[in-house]
Structure formats: structure tokens, C-alpha cells
């Protein structure tokens, strides 16, 4: 039986541990020097790290099914917990372990006295992420999510005593609170009509189901808390008012894995429960909508910052929308190309935060403007900065690169000819707006712009969240240098692609995850792997994304020597920017608001093309 084994003890002994060592540092963290603080918590993280990657090599041969305390099915029906680790689950709680290990190294002595607490927290959310992804229950997935949120809302408020954190920490609660109400409401819908919770047991409930209406209602309700979580416009408000105030590794957490989990969680309750009920032309056209306006809003509103965590949340945003317009295909090569791009999106995204903190570190400000030339002493960082620019535009060979190539791919097989310019223009966008800001900062390129010639105000300048420094320090340093070399790993060793590809396929199998979870059913034999591998035309609008990204920082920063007449070519557009900018209002109520008009219309989408 799949359940029964060595490698099924895996997942509950790696989050026990996370939760165990968690509990006695908050207990005895105060008896402990800091740095033992800090060298426990980095072992806890590296044990678990390890533990993922036996549990991951041990997923190539199947599922790993686990049923806590033992409460096996029987006949199909079961009444105890199940924790399924599939190669795509496990490979997300490797990632979450790896880029929590990096925010740790980059924290050493990184804070003044905070105890344990953030070693704490961290830990936590850690246990949050890797139980969401490993979870076979609907509800224990509802659970985990949120103790995840409820860490995450202590973390960006971590700095108590500067009112932005908290007002950030505030906004970031309330919409995603919201959104937990509603997910638990469609868990409550579910288990009202079918009695179960279990995602093998109501994917078999489900299985032959005629769609109607509670069954619309219940998966977008379901959805909606995941959709939250990722940032999906109109659900996004939040992500830049608690990216721009949380302490700078937090916002790797945020930015690098947590957003990708909503969109996992989405998928994963479609593919499993949902997916031999609710057509695929229907719940593919709501994600592939709600996909692309993401994209498009996020690259704008990043562009048009000068805020760098600003910048760089609204870049995620922006890339979010892309991961959801790629998984939204609802196929093999679309779903590839979406895992993929979040592996080398979160190399990338953690090192450009990592830097950003550093900068902040250093010269006591994240406002591109106010830095201009200030970081022409530096030696390696500008290079690094500048790299990571590219890599986010979709340079090859980074992770990033092969992700965007496979996804181009993947959508227009699929009939959607648009998705290769959405992708070249969002990921055009984003890179060009991060070398915008690196050309500035590191190397004093373009005259510095007057504050009443920017487009975007500094908004909530952030203090120092740790004392000056004179010069950047190794343990800072080798987390940005070691993320960059794994995004790059990602796209040039051949071995991954495939194996995502693989992975991607065994994650749509919505019937062999309940046959092997619900009734013990022998893993099925792999099948031949999709190649899944850079193509000519990947790479050439690959490198069309570089030059566009080049080009737009060239011309944002000499805007101001530009003719008149070019200049007045961007000013119809003045007016939307401007509606756009209102939007995000910073005003709690507007994005409660926001939220439900998303609600309606994520249902609308689903529901109105079924009847």
C-alpha cells in the first residue's frame, strides 16, 4: 500500500519539527544568545530542507500518501487526515524550505534585539507552506493557509513602531481574512452536501456530478482565498501596502513562494476535485481573464514606481498574472511552463528583494530619485542588480527565460495567439523598470528627475530596519549571489524542465490522485516525458523582452531630453494611469469593495458560460 513505508513519515516529521522547534524558542529564546537563536533556527530549516529532498526523490516513483495516527480508508472511506506529496507539492515545500533558509543566513545579526521572535514566526510560516502544499484535505489546506496568513500579518507589522508597518500589517489581514471567510464557506458548502473533505473523497463524491449552480458557487468561494493570497487582480490591493513595509526577507517569503501557493491551491482543488464536473472551457477562460489583466496592471503600476519594494511587488503581481494565464491552459505544457517560471521567478525575485534591502541597509532609503549615483562605490552589487534585471526580463538561460518560453509555447498551441505579446510586454515591463532603477542607484545614469517631474511620489519611505552599514556583509551577500545561481541552474541544466514536465502531468491526473490516496491503487507507470526544453523561438522573443526591457529604461531615464512631440505621444494615456493610480487608494474599504466586485465577477466567468 502507497501509505505504508518509510518515506510516508516524511511530511508530518518535517512539520512537526518546524512546529517543535518553533515552541521552544518562543519558550527559551530569551535564555539564548542570538546567535544560537539564529543557529538553531538555521538547522531546524536545513534538517527540513534535507527531509524534502528525500521526500521529493522518493515522489518519482508515485505518491507519497501519508494518513495521520494511522486511520487508513477502508472501503473508500476514510474518517482521519491525509498528507499526499506528489513531485509538484513536494518540489514547492523544497523551494519554501530553501528560500526561508536563505531569508535566515540573510537575517543573521541582521535585526537589533528582537529575542526569538522573528525566528519564531519564520519557522511557523514555514510549517504553514509546507503543510498546505502536502495536504490531501480541503479543510487541513483552509487550516494551514491560515496559519501561514496569521504569521504573515505578524511579520509584515514586525517593525511595531513604524505606523506604515501597521498599517500595512492591518490592510494585509483584513482582505486576506476576508477571503478565508469565503474560502470556509465554500469548504462548509462541500461538506454540507457530499459529507466529506477529504480531496480524494469528494473528487470521487464529485466525479459524474451534473454542473449546477452550488457547485459554480462552491469552487469560486473555495478560490477565492487562494486568489487573495496570489494577488490575482482585483484581489491585489494588499500585496504592495505589505510588501513595501515588511522587513526585507519576509518580502523574498512573500514575493517568492507564498503568492505561487494561491496559485497551486487553485489548481489543485480544480484538478482534483473539481475537474470531471466544471468544463474546462469555462474555469480556463475565468483564469486565463483574471490572468492576463493581472499581468498587464501589475507591469504597469511597476513601472511607475520609484518605491523599490513598491517596484518589486507590483513586478510580482505582474508575473503572478502570467503564472495564472500559463496554469490556466489547464494542460500539460501550460502547467510546465508555469512551475517552471516560479522556480526561476523566485531565484530572481528573492535576489532583487535582497538587494533592495541591502540598499536600504546602507544608505537609509528604498526612493530610486533620492539614490541617484549614491551607490557608485559599490562593487558587486551593482553587477548583481543589473543581472537580475535581465534574468526578470527573461534573459536565457535563466529559469526565468525557459518558464516564459515554455508558457509562449504552450498558449498559443492552446489557441490563444495573444499569450506570446502579454508575456514579451509584462516581462519587457518589469525588467526594464528594475535596470531603471539599478542604472540609477549603482551608476548615476540620466539626469536626476525633479520630484515634481515624477510619475510616481516615494509614497511610505521606509527607515533603516538595521543599523547603517558601512559595507555589505558575506551572510547578505551569499543568499543573493546563491538564488541568482540557482535560477540560472534552472533554465540551463536540461534535467529539470523534464522533470517538471512530468511532474506537471502526474499533478493534472485528478483521477490517479484519488484511485492512489482513497484506495491504495498502484502508482501509475510514468508515461513518455513531453520535451519540455529552450526552442528557437523561445529564445528569440526571449531576447526581444531583454532588448524592449534595455530600451524602456533607456528612455525612462532620459525622458527628459526627449522631443516634445515623443513626450505628448504618452499623454492620452495620462488619464487611465492616473484612474489606475486612484484605485489604489490605500483606503481598506476601497479594497473590501474591490474584493467583492472580484467575487462576482471570478463567478461570473466560471457560472454564466455553462448556462
Request: contains cysteine; glycine residues 10%.
Amino acid at each position: 500500500m502507497p501509505w505504508e513505508g518509510t518515506a510516508s513519515s516524511f511530511a508530518p516529521v518535517a512539520i512537526g519539527v518546524l512546529l517543535l522547534v518553533a515552541c521552544l524558542l518562543a519558550a527559551l529564546g530569551k535564555l539564548l544568545p542570538r546567535w544560537a537563536v539564529d543557529a538553531v533556527a538555521t538547522v531546524a530549516v536545513v534538517g527540513v530542507v534535507a527531509l524534502d529532498v528525500v521526500l521529493l526523490r522518493a515522489t518519482r516513483a508515485g505518491r507519497v500518501v501519508t494518513w495521520v495516527g494511522a486511520w487508513t480508508p477502508s472501503r473508500g472511506s476514510s474518517v482521519g487526515i491525509s498528507l499526499v506529496a506528489d513531485r509538484l507539492g513536494a518540489g514547492l515545500a523544497l523551494l519554501a524550505g530553501v528560500l526561508v533558509l536563505a531569508a535566515l543566513v540573510y537575517s543573521w545579526r541582521y535585526f537589533e534585539d528582537v529575542g526569538a521572535h522573528y525566528q519564531v514566526l519564520i519557522l511557523l510560516f514555514l510549517a504553514g507552506m509546507t503543510g498546505f502544499v502536502l495536504s490531501g484535505d480541503v479543510f487541513d489546506m483552509f487550516v494551514f493557509f491560515e496559519l501561514m496568513g496569521a504569521v504573515a500579518y505578524a511579520l509584515t507589522g514586525f517593525l511595531v513602531e513604524d505606523d506604515t508597518a501597521v498599517q500595512g500589517a492591518l490592510n494585509f489581514a483584513i482582505i486576506n481574512s476576508l477571503g478565508a471567510y469565503f474560502t470556509l464557506t465554500g469548504i462548509g458548502i462541500l461538506y454540507a452536501r457530499y459529507g466529506a473533505l477529504g480531496l480524494p473523497q469528494l473528487g470521487e463524491a464529485l466525479a459524474g456530478q451534473p454542473p449546477d449552480a452550488l457547485l459554480v458557487i462552491a469552487f469560486c468561494l473555495v478560490c477565492v482565498g487562494f486568489l487573495v493570497k496570489a494577488a490575482v487582480v482585483p484581489f491585489h490591493f494588499w500585496t504592495a501596502d505589505a510588501e513595501a513595509v515588511a522587513p526585507t526577507p519576509v518580502c523574498l517569503l512573500f514575493s517568492g513562494v507564498m503568492v505561487a501557493l494561491g496559485v497551486y491551491g487553485v489548481d489543485r482543488v480544480y484538478s482534483t476535485v473539481f475537474g470531471e464536473v466544471l468544463p474546462h472551457d469555462a474555469v480556463r477562460r475565468a483564469l486565463l481573464v483574471l490572468g492576463a489583466l493581472t499581468a498587464l496592471v501589475g507591469a504597469l503600476m511597476c513601472f511607475l514606481q520609484r518605491h523599490l519594494k513598491r517596484l518589486l511587488a507590483y513586478s510580482t503581481i505582474a508575473h503572478v498574472g502570467l503564472f495564472l494565464a500559463a496554469a490556466g491552459t489547464l494542460d500539460g505544457p501550460g502547467t510546465t511552463g508555469a512551475a517552471v517560471y516560479v522556480l526561476g521567478h523566485a531565484g530572481i525575485k528573492g535576489a532583487l528583494f535582497l538587494i533592495a534591502g541591502t540598499v536600504l541597509s546602507r544608505y537609509g532609503s528604498v526612493d530610486e530619485v533620492s539614490l541617484h549615483g549614491r551607490g557608485r562605490d559599490a562593487r558587486v552589487m551593482p553587477w548583481l542588480a543589473v543581472v537580475a534585471g535581465l534574468a526578470l526580463a527573461g534573459l536565457p538561460p535563466f529559469g526565468t527565460g525557459l518558464g516564459k518560453a515554455i508558457s509562449e509555447e504552450a498558449l498559443s498551441a492552446s489557441g490563444f495567439r495573444w499569450g506570446p505579446v502579454l508575456f514579451v510586454l509584462v516581462s519587457a515591463l518589469t525588467g526594464a523598470a528594475v535596470l531603471r532603477a539599478a542604472c540609477r542607484i549603482y551608476f548615476g545614469l540620466g539626469p536626476k528627475p525633479q520630484d515634481d517631474d515624477q510619475d510616481e511620489a516615494s509614497g511610505d519611505e521606509q527607515d533603516r530596519e538595521t543599523p547603517a552599514l558601512p559595507r555589505v556583509r558575506a551572510t547578505m551577500l551569499l543568499p543573493i549571489a546563491a538564488l541568482l545561481i540557482g535560477a540560472l541552474a534552472i533554465g540551463a541544466v536540461p534535467a529539470v524542465a523534464r522533470g517538471v514536465s512530468s511532474a506537471a502531468r502526474e499533478f493534472l491526473d485528478g483521477q490517479g490522485y484519488v484511485q492512489q490516496a482513497l484506495h491504495g491503487a498502484a502508482a501509475e507507470p510514468p508515461a513518455p516525458l513531453t520535451e519540455a526544453a529552450w526552442t528557437a523561438t523561445g529564445v528569440a522573443l526571449d531576447v526581444l523582452s531583454v532588448l524592449l526591457a534595455a530600451g524602456l529604461a533607456a528612455l525612462a531615464l532620459w525622458k527628459a531630453q526627449l522631443p516634445d512631440r515623443l513626450r505628448t505621444v504618452t499623454r492620452p494615456m495620462r488619464s487611465a494611469v492616473a484612474a489606475l493610480r486612484r484605485a489604489h487608494s490605500g483606503h481598506v474599504g476601497d479594497y473590501v469593495a474591490w474584493l467583492l466586485l472580484g467575487i462576482a465577477a471570478f463567478t461570473a466567468l466560471v457560472g454564466v458560460p455553462m448556462i
